[in-house]
Nanobody, 122 residues
């Protein structure tokens, strides 16, 4: 079965940076489009970024475009999310997943992991 494990979250001041990692097992990233999602307290889970399996084209939500960068290392079967110029509104639990239809509205394919908490102080 496919499993994802998020890591790299923590507490950071506004304007700071953080890099999240998503380790995938049970499926090769060579053939997998991937995505990052987040869920803030009291809000629904929302799309953050995605990257296609073929060519690595990336997509971002308007709220993070220009500040976040999604990337992947197929040899390590790991996906990353570099977050810069963090804002308090970025505070949320961040999740990763294998997705279909990579773009602005990707569909998650595997079970959700536990996520990693990102807290941005003002």
């Amino acid at each position: 079965q496919v499993q994802v494990v998020e890591s790299g979250g923590g507490l950071v001041q506004a304007g700071g940076s953080l890099r999240l990692s998503c380790a995938v097992s049970g499926r090769s990233l060579r053939w997998s489009s991937m995505g990052w999602f987040r869920q803030a307290r009291g809000k629904e889970r929302e799309f953050v970024a995605s990257i296609k399996w073929d060519g690595g084209r990336a997509y971002y939500s308007d709220s993070v475009k220009g500040r976040f960068t999604i990337s992947r290392n197929n040899a390590k079967n790991t996906m990353y999310l570099q977050m810069n110029i963090l804002k308090p509104e970025d505070t949320a639990v961040y999740y990763c997943n294998v997705v279909s239809g990579a773009g602005l509205t990707p569909t998650p394919e595997a079970a959700w992991g536990q996520g990693t908490q990102v807290t941005v102080s003002s």
